[in-house]
């Protein structure tokens, strides 16, 4: 086009090729103020440059002279649009960090990219691909509709709101929460280290585990001092932990400096809250068969967050890492059907000891540098669920995010005592969306000639427990 006329939507050729190092200028410029001022891209985008775990595209103009929404001209070397495919394991990837330069919109630059990374997800060997944005996104909802994805049910965040002078949480987590920023991605890993903390679990007999949970793992064993408090912690279930539950639940929790992932895991040892590490597999098996048959995982599609922002499977293997990495946490009973108000209310029939409710909390790097310890899985009876959740935010002195897919059971007639508690519900929800990349869920490129791949997808990336 030559005319500087804007085609319609759906209308517009493009091309797309892998991002390089010389396309920073151009990207940091359009994704520096995507929300509000503000965009977390420039400050991940050196890092997934490199990640090998991932495929970084950037989508340029099919034709030279073209004249932007505002009237300038685009370059055909200069990038109007970018999007990253991250393989979260061998055959899941998951869809980030789509931007459009504003002055490029509506032209279906975004479709073209999407479909693009289909492609290149395709040949990084995924079968499934996912993405989550928030509720009000609808040029993103839209997209999804076009390329044949679907909607899993709504995820929504119980925490805290956040407080500046309170938290110390960014803008970024701020925005991000309030659902009109996509919720997108995990940030890249320091590949060294955490091979270098793997080798500790090279004699683990699950030895398949994944690198990001297993190189988590070191660190779980108590020191001398430890070991001791450890053992004048009364044990989870006794109801003792219940008093400090409920001092810091109203109004606003305690906090205090975010603790390293070490000193995070010891804490939850110390209190009893997580599943010994060294768990036999068959009480871990008897935990994972307690979990995948609970309502509330069942309702999340049995996804879990195990980085923070990007939803994958929970396998076994996954879950037998995360125990093993102490990131698992659990509790038998609760409660003796006592609210947070002390009122008696009737739960079921099943005895208290039946009550139980487990959380899986990655301590790893969050997405979001300020962001919260979050439960990657939260599943159980409800008021077990609270318990922990409360008793988990004691034992870090953090405030902690716990997601769970809308209408969750464990929430039924809960909702009201996690709000009191210091867990209020997001006022929007996170949408999640999956297709199948297999041979008979073609990928919709647009009109023949619409999309040029500038090289052919090939399999460049590897999830991350497949490296070294
Ligand atoms: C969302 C975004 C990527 C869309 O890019 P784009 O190139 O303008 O999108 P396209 O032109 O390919 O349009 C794709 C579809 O979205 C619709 N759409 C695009 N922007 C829209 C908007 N602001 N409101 C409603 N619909 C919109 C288009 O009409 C089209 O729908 P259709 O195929 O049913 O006609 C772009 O607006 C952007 O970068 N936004 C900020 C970042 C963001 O929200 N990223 C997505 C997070 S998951």
């Not at 956040?162 to 919720?183: F, P, Q, W």
């Amino acid at each position: 086009m030559t005319d500087g006329i804007a085609r319609p939507v759906g209308q517009q050729a493009g091309r797309v090729r892998r991002a390089t190092p010389g396309d920073t200028r151009a990207v940091l410029d359009f994704t520096r103020a995507t929300w509000d001022g503000w965009d977390y891209v420039p400050s991940v985008w050196g890092e997934w440059l490199e990640a090998p775990d991932g495929v970084l595209l950037v989508a340029l103009p099919a034709v030279t002279h073209e004249l932007d929404l505002f009237g300038r001209p685009l370059s055909l070397d200069r990038p109007i649009g970018i999007a990253r495919v991250a393989m979260l394991s061998a055959h899941e990837a998951w869809l980030e960090g789509l931007r459009v330069d504003p002055g490029a919109r509506t032209r279906g630059v975004a479709r073209l990219i999407n479909a693009a990374g289909l492609e290149w997800a395709r040949a990084q060997g995924a079968t499934i691909v996912r993405y989550a944005t928030g509720e009000a996104n609808e040029g993103s909802h839209r997209i999804a509709a076009r390329s044949g994805f679907r909607m899993l049910r709504p995820w929504r965040s119980w925490q805290p709101p956040r407080d500046e002078d309170v938290d110390e949480e960014d803008a970024e987590a701020h925005a991000a929460e309030r659902g009109d920023v996509e919720a997108d991605g995990d940030a890249p890993h320091d590949a060294a280290a955490d091979l270098d903390q793997f080798a500790d679990l090279a004699d683990e007999p699950e030895g398949e585990v994944p690198e990001d949970v297993a190189a988590r793992a070191t660190g779980i064993e108590l020191g001398p001092t430890e070991r001791a408090e450890d053992e004048a912690t009364p044990p989870p279930g006794d109801g003792s932990r219940d008093d400090e539950g409920s001092r810091a639940t109203a109004g606003r929790p305690a906090q205090s400096p975010a603790a390293s992932p070490a000193e995070s895991r010891r804490r939850l040892r110390r209190v009893g809250l997580s599943l010994d590490p060294r768990s036999s597999l068959d009480e871990i098996d008897g935990w994972y068969a307690r979990l995948t048959g609970d309502p509330t995982f069942r309702a999340g599609d049995g996804l879990c967050e195990a980085r923070s922002w990007a939803f994958q499977e929970l396998t076994r293997e996954r879950f037998v890492a995360h125990v093993r990495a102490g990131e698992v946490l659990v509790t038998r009973s609760a409660t003796d059907g006592r609210n947070e108000t002390g009122a008696r209310r009737k739960l079921d029939d099943r005895p208290t000891h039946d009550r139980w409710a487990l959380v899986v909390m990655p301590l790893s790097t969050p997405r979001f540098a300020a962001d919260r310890p979050w439960a990657a899985v939260a599943a159980g009876d409800g008021d077990a669920l609270l318990r922990l959740a409360i008793a988990t935010r004691d034992a870090l002195v953090r405030p902690i995010r716990l997601r769970l897919p809308d209408a969750a059971p464990a929430l039924a007639g809960f909702a009201d005592d996690f709000t009191r508690a210091g867990f209020p519900p997001a006022s929007e929800t996170l949408h999640l969306f999956e297709r199948a990349l297999t041979e008979d869920a073609p990928i919709d490129t647009g009109p023949a000639g619409a999309l040029t791949l500038e090289e052919a997808p090939r399999r460049v990336a590897a999830p991350y427990r497949d490296r070294e």
